[in-house]
Structure formats: C-alpha cells, structure tokens
C-alpha cells in the first residue's frame, strides 16, 4: 500500500477585499449608507452609489500612477468617502493608510514620512489641519472631500471631479492574499509610533469571524454606527464586516457628541454601534437627564472596547433596554483579540451572576489564540492569577512596518506581548486589569488602577475616574485618584475611601483622591494616564 | 518618493480543524453531544470528552504509523464517535475519508482502492456491509465502533481499546493549511466515482461563512442535527460548523424514519435541521396525521438541499411554525455554493412574494463566485435565462483526485461547471431548474422536469412525482410524469395534467403519467432518475 499524501484538489483562489466590494454592488445594491455631514444634515446614497465610486476610485488612482504596494493616506472622520477609500485604494492594489486626526501635528508628519505616503485624501474641514503639518511632509497629490459643499481651494484637487475622470475601465489587480490593503500607526504614549501593515487575508478572515453569531454578529439586517473613528485601528473593523454582510451603515461624521449621536440612532433605527467607554458614559448620562426623548431601537448592542468598561455601564444601559457588550482589542490585533458573549448556560443564571461575566472582554475570538504569561511562564486559567496577555493568530502583527522585531513587542516562540495586563477564569473568559504600566507596585505587591476606576464609577456622584501610581518614598508607588462629580452631586474623598472600602483592603485603597473638571484624554478618548503621571508626579504625601 | 511595495506585518498563522478542536475543549466543554444508537436508546457526552476522545484517536493513528496524508476511511453512520474521527483523523495529520454506505458493495471498494484507504472504522452493525466487499480490498486495520455494545469479532479492534491505548503524548502535526483533512466521492451516476480532497483551509474558509448569520447561521445556543449522512458532502459541514460555534449537537444514527427525528426534535429542543426534500416531505406527512403530537422548538430552521424543494414544503412547514430554508452545492463545492436568506426589504414583501424568494437555492456565499453559462456565453441574470451553473471559490474543487483536468468537468478559466443549471434574477438570487441531464428537450424547446415535479407534488393528492424524459421519434423527448399517491387518495392522469395546465403550456405538460407505490431513490434520498429511464427507455408512447 503507497503511503505517500496527496493533494488537496481545492482551487487556490485568494481571499481579497475586492470579492467583497464586487459582492456589496452585485447583492446589496439598494442597501443605504447615511453620513452626517459637517453641518449636520445628511448624506444618504446606497451601496450600488458605493460600489461604483469605490471602483472609480481605483481606476483613476491606478491612472494617476499608483502602483501595487503604494500608501495612499487618508485624514478623514467617519463617512461615505471614507468608506470608498476603505475599498477603492486596496482595489487599485494600494495600501491605504488611515491618519490619526487628533494626533500632534508633528507626529502625524513623523507618520506620513515613516510610511512614505505617496497621496493623501483629506475632509475640506481637515484643511486646517493639514496646514500645521503640511511644511513637513512631501504629498505627490493632495485630494480634498467636498463635505461642506464649498469649493476646493488650489492647489488641492478636488475627490468628486477626481473619481469623476473615471470611465468605468477598470481590471483588479490581481494580488496574493498576503498583499498589504492597510495601514494604521498605533498612538503609543511611549516612543514613535509604530506601523501595522493589514493583508487582504487578515482584513478578510477578521472580518468574517468578527461577523459570527456570539462574537459582534452583524447581518444583512444591522443598521451599524461606528463611533469609534474609522482612523482608529479601521473602526474596530466595523466598515468591513458591515460592508461584507451588506448591513445598512450609518457614519456620524465629526459630530460625536451625545445629543447628535442619539439622534442618529433613533432617525436611522440603528442596531448596532461602537464606542469606547467614556462615550458611553456620556450618553448615558443624557438619556438619563432626557427621559423618555429619544426613541431607539429595543435592545440594540452597543459595542464597547478601548479599555474596560465599569459594571455600572452595562446595568445603566440595560434600565433603557440597550445591550452593552464588550470586546478586547487593539491596533496591532485588527483589532478583534477577545469578545464577551454569555455561553447558552450562562444566559440561565442570575442577572447578577451574568454582570460578572459580560463586564470581562471574554473568550478569544476564533482563529486567536490567547495566554497569560507571568515572570515564571504561563499562569493557569483560574480568574485570579495575573499575566500579560500574549496572541498569535492570522491577523496578529507579527512585526512592526520598516522596524526590527524587538523581544520587547514579540516572544521568541512568536507571539505579540500586547502590553495588556488580566486574569482568565476557568470557562476562558479574560478580564482585563491594567496596561503593564497602569499596574501600581505599592510594597511589592500590585494593585489594579482599573479595578479602582470602575468601582469608583459606580458610586452615584462619580462621573468618571482615574487611579494613577505616584512615586512614594516609602512604598515605591501608591494610588492617586482624579475623579470627576456629577453635576449637582457632591462626595468627599472620605466618603470615597469608604465606598471603596467596602470592597478593597485598605492597604489597595488610593491615598488621595483630587477632584479636577475633567481628565485628560488620547486621541481615541480614553484616559491619558501619561499626562496625569506627568501632572501628579511631584505629589507631595501627607503621610510620607 | 520611494515606490517600492511593502509587505503585510500580518503574522503567518495556518487556519487549521486544530484550533478548532482545541477551541471546543478549551471554551464548549461542557456542551453536549447526543447521539441516538442503533437499539434506539441515547449517548451523551461533552466537547469535553470529543476533545479528549478525538485527540486520543489522533495520537493511537500516529503511533500505528499513520503518516500526515494517509487516507483513513470511515463507514459508519450519524454519531459521537463519527465526529470524533471528523477531528481526531485530521488532527494526526491524515485524510479522514467517508465512505458512502448506500453505494453498491462494488462502488465502494472501487472508491476503497482507488484512495488507497490504509485503515477503516467502521460501525459494528454496518459489519454485514464490509463483509460484502471485504475480499476486494486490503485495509491494514479494521477498527470498530462497539455501538451495540456486543463484543467486537476477531479480528477486527476495537475503537474503544483503540483510543484507550492513548497516553495524552500527543502533539499537532506541523501543517501548511492547504494540507489535505478530509475525501469525499461523488456519488455520479455516469462513470466512476470521482474523489473530491478537501485542504484545513478550505474546510476552515466554508465553515466560518456557513455560519455566518443569513447564511446557515449557527451559534453557540443552537441544537443541531445533521439528517443528511456524514458521508454525503460532510452532512453539508454541519459537523464541523457546530463543533467550530461550540453548539449542541444531536445525531440520528441509523434512524433517519419521521418518527424517531421528530421524537429526538423534541426531547433534544432542536433548533436547526438539514436534509433533502424527501425526508421533509415524510416528516410533514407525518406531523399531519398526528396533530399536537410534537412539541418543537418554535422557528425551528430545516435545511432543505441536494434538489430544489416544492413551495408546498415550505408553506406545509410554515404551518406547524417550522422554517424551511434552501441551499444549494454538492460534493465538490463542500457544499455550500448558495443559501437563500431573505434580504431585508424583502421581508417587508406580503408572504406570497417571499415564497417565491424563498423556495429559490440564494445567494451565492460570500467567498464564492458564480455565473451562469449558456451556448453563447454568459447569460444575464434576468430571473428567465438559463444556463449552466459555474463556480469558483476557496472551498470549490479545481480537479479530482488523481484524474486529469477535463473540460467537461473544469472551463479553461478555472471554474467548475457544475452541470445544474438554473436562473438567477435580478436580486442575484438562483433557482436551480434541471442537472443538464434532467432537462427534457422536446421539439427544441427546454422543459423542466424540476418545475414540473413541484407543482405536481402541490396537487393534494400526490405525495411524491418526479418527471423524466423518455425518448419520443417525433419530439426527440417528451415528459413522462412517475407519481406517488397520498395513502387515501385518488388522482386520474387526466385530472393532473388539468393541475398542470393552470401554470403550462400545452407543449410542456406530461404525455403520460404512470403510478407507482415507490420512486427509486440515490443513496442521499434523491429521486434516482437514472433508474427510472431505464425503466421507462422502451415506453409506448399513444400518439407517435
């Protein structure tokens, strides 16, 4: 009997974005995309409207001599065009590579260059923007989106007249599925940025898991708002598993707000949409003063990921029968690492029991693997000991774009060491604690910064709150909280000692608690723990 | 400005059946298997004990020298320790190899030598099957699958001391995903059998889109039920969807009758089902005459595939509040090449339109390509023209298993011609007609046999009807209708042809009709058309 393998007799067809832009004009053609526009008026069109702009996209960029491999940037918020570009610059064989708005002009311009940016397409409100950083960087081309409907000033070029020229003679490229489609920076508070180079296959394979019932599950029926901004690790992926699913899509464009935010989920009957926490809380905290104003659909999933959300959220939200739900994730993980979804037998119990497990990020997405490793090596499943959370998986950056593979950011057996500090509990759900360095070392023994957060917020006069480590001569670090009231309420840091005295040893509880009107956030709206450091970080103690 | 193209920083991660595996140990282990035996009583176990138990299988077939792309076949029916074999076989880096229990002994040792199967496993009650075809082929071991709990006859193993030799020293082979998993035949009925080898990635790639809600949607809350064999197609993939979602699953083992599924339906709270028409059509025979007997899971979803069902199975399931649902594919498409889900708006649509959307085989799947071909090329997708169905696609075979690539099989731009033929309409929905054998040519003109069955089997009084051609010295061919009667009822020819006649014209209606008690069926369950114009070749027409 021969013993030798065979061969698969599958076809070797490439998984690509352009099989998915192909599918949303053929399939999904009368499906709508709805933008706000800078004046708060909408843009509406359908994926018939986007497909074909998309399509023309490429064509006049493969003629204005984009080649395979290219980056075209885009400086953009959350809307139609961006959408176009999302898969119009892959579909001329482009990488396209997504600005972070709210950066330092300088680091934008440190971006462009790293990347080597042949091409930007920028919002016409953008424009000032540019102009800060526009001396340093060298566009071949600069391409401006009409949104406000005003002229385009020379010498930018104007998006509608450029996708204009196209005459519909269009060929894909034909590409390796390992070809790169993308590109985000991640906005490290330590160093230079560092670039993430998608492929189409990663693009695809994250989308598709990400769309699965019991992970973000997206249909062809989902109305899907992405709050988080589109040049944040690509909206957590939402414009692709939205456009791949053929769900309706709604782009609130620079307009972030509460107020407007709620409006568009009740005009556009919106089932599904993503933010991070400290959006959340904000809109909560309207619907709250607002009872009974804004008519939203029942039981629409918003998404929350960024960092972990307070339990108070998930049963704030539920008394307005909307659904929190939480992910894990970050730029150099597509960024879908983990996502929290009950098990079927968890569904039957408790709904307090059930809080204990939706506030965790949850189990590894398929096709990710997960692990925590401590300074002895891999630590057990058990829901109390703490590691780094390590991943590997298709669309996992295994290096950074144009930087040597550092044992800082991968082990030698290949895994991303992500930073991110939690515990998994023995059904496999994790619970993120702290990024490594938000850990505070008080006499050699660690104390959650996050953990003391999310508790603080659930005390009613809290609105938001941070813990940070300060230097102290005695115990190396000890906890500060900077914590924002509600308006008209009113707590003392004493009665805030007790509130977390109720949960935590006394030795974990923070030191001194500052009252401040608000806290200093990254680009993407979560805390800016680097600034508070900076600003606390001559703290004087009163008992040293 | 640099030019150059850059790569993805993606890591390269294999998608592999592995993870999938060690996915359903680590999160789904306490998720139920159930399968039903052949004395009719209930196994249970858990992912927990499938992982454990199909690891152990893997380790025992390396040890007994089992290389990565051997073939192990399996002939065995619907059960817990199928599935085991469905992983346990890959996971040691071979080619799990289903044999078609209802071939003909000689088909199967054909299929046996042709893939030069190494070892078998084997049901114990499907033994008296070996035994007919034993002496025409060498397997180096039989292992067999205790399922009646008699002692295993020598000198066959047992699979129970089989797996039970593991010491838990097992380590995953090393792949590249494109790696062979798994075989299948084609069980064609012109010429020999045909192998189809399926690769992780394929398996992988068809598995995650089936799932994907408005496909076959399966999540982690669902019940499953595999009615079609695991050796047809890999029960359209059922087995590897549910075990990759972590859902329940409950097999039928040998007793495919109504009574035994709708008994398992019920006490198994079944959620999603999937078998070709003629089962259907008995189990809503049944349903009938026992009113409130059973008590289902409301919206219960049975897939209907492997031939275009009747509009009167899906209103006579609406009635009981069962949801039928098409697909359409065959072996060499793993199977999934369409799913009909309806769209959005379509919803919307009063219930007669969305019977017709319905009844028709959908959308192709994301990932896979299809276009209709007829003499002159392609044919628009008008909903009218009609032509020869072809597919591309990460899952969809370029070749068969140690043949030459024909042009009857594969075009010379790499697509399979499926030889179905159908329509697709304006919304991209199939509907599949005829395989280009079953198409009745009469006078130059196209008929459908498939139409014309679903209509017949909408007259109340018939329960089964398939129309074939049968050669005709004017016409060429012309229709003969052979048609089952309801138990009770009574039907003329004449009264049949006047049904037909509200929907054809004159020239399409049957010539004759003949009564029969049974319609000769394939081993899936498929109306055996082959048979039945063997058996009608010779007919005397009235009027030549």
């Known amino acids: 009997m021969q013993k030798s393998s065979i061969p698969s007799t599958m076809m070797q067809v490439p998984i690509s974005l352009n099989h998915f832009l192909e599918r949303a004009g053929t399939y999904h053609g009368k499906t709508e ?75 934008i311009a440190f971006i462009v260059n790293h990347a080597k940016d042949r091409f930007l397409l920028v919002d016409d409100v953008l424009l000032p923007l540019l102009a800060q950083f526009a001396k340093d960087v060298n ?13 385009v000033p020379a010498p930018y070029e104007d998006y509608e007249k450029f996708i204009g020229a196209a005459t519909g003679d269009f060929h894909y490229v034909e590409l390796d599925e390992n ?27 994250h989308s598709l898991v990400a769309a699965l019932p019991g992970g973000i599950s997206i249909s062809g029926g989902d109305v899907v708002v992405p709050v988080v901004p589109m040049f944040h690790a690509n909206a957590w992926g939402l414009p692709f598993i939205a456009t791949f699913m053929g769900a309706k899509q709604v782009f609130p464009g620079p307009h972030l707000d509460s107020e407007s935010l709620l409006d568009l989920y009740q005009r556009e009957r919106v089932t599904v949409t993503g933010g991070v926490p400290t959006i ?12 009974g104003k804004y008519d939203l659909v029942p039981g629409m999933r918003m998404l929350v990921g960024g960092s972990a959300a307070p339990e108070t959220l998930f049963r704030g939200f539920d008394e307005f029968g909307l659904v929190v739900g939480t992910a894990w994730g970050m730029t150099e993980t597509s960024p879908l690492g983990t996502v929290s979804a009950l098990k079927p037998w968890m569904q039957a119990l408790p709904k307090d029991q059930q809080y204990a497990y939706r506030i965790k990020q949850g189990m590894a997405a398929p096709l990710v693997d997960i692990r925590l ?22 669309w996992i950056t295994g290096s950074y774009h144009e930087m040597p593979v550092s044992e800082a950011n991968f082990t030698t057996d290949g895994w991303l060491r992500t930073g991110d500090v939690g515990t998994i509990d023995p ?16 006499g050699g023994e660690w104390i959650s910064s996050v953990d003391l957060e999310n508790n603080l917020m659930g005390h009613p ?5 941070a813990v940070i480590a300060v230097p102290h001569p005695r115990w190396a670090e000890r906890p500060l909280a900077v914590v924002v009231l509600r308006p008209g309420h009113s707590a003392s840091a004493d009665e805030l000692r007790e509130h977390l005295a109720k949960t935590y040893a006394k030795w974990q509880l923070p030191d001194a608690f500052e009252f401040v009107k608000e806290i200093p956030r990254t680009s993407t709206g979560k805390f800016l723990k680097t600034k508070l450091r900076e600003m606390y970080k001559d703290w004087k103690w009163e008992q040293e």
């Open 33 to 107: 995309i709805v933008s706000r526009l800078p004046d708060k008026s909408l843009h509406r069109h359908t994926y018939a409207d986007f497909h074909r702009r998309a399509k023309a996209l490429a064509e006049v960029l493969v003629k204005a001599g984009i080649q395979p491999g290219d980056r075209v940037a885009t400086l953009m918020w959350n809307h139609y065009a961006h959408l176009e570009c999302y898969f119009g610059i892959p579909a001329a064989g482009a990488v396209m590579h997504n600005l972070n708005l709210r950066l330092f002009p300088h680091d």
């Open 373 to 394: 490793v401590g300074d002895e090596g891999e630590v057990p499943w058990d829901g109390k000991s703490v590691g780094e959370i390590q991943v590997r998986g298709p």
């Open 427 to 442: 059904e496999g759900f994790l619970q993120l604690t702290d990024r490594t360095k938000d850990l505070i070392k008080s």
């Open 179 to 205: 070809a790169p489609c993308g590109m985000c920076y991640t906005s490290g508070t330590t160093g230079n940025p560092k670039g993430v180079v998608y492929s189409h296959r990663s693009t695809v394979l």
């Open 139 to 151: 566009f071949e081309r600069i391409i401006v989106v009409p949104l406000t409907g005003q002229p």
């Open 461 to 465: 006069a809290v609105l938001e709150a």
């Open 280 to 291: 959340w809380l904000s809109l909560l905290q309207t619907l709250r003063t607002n009872p």
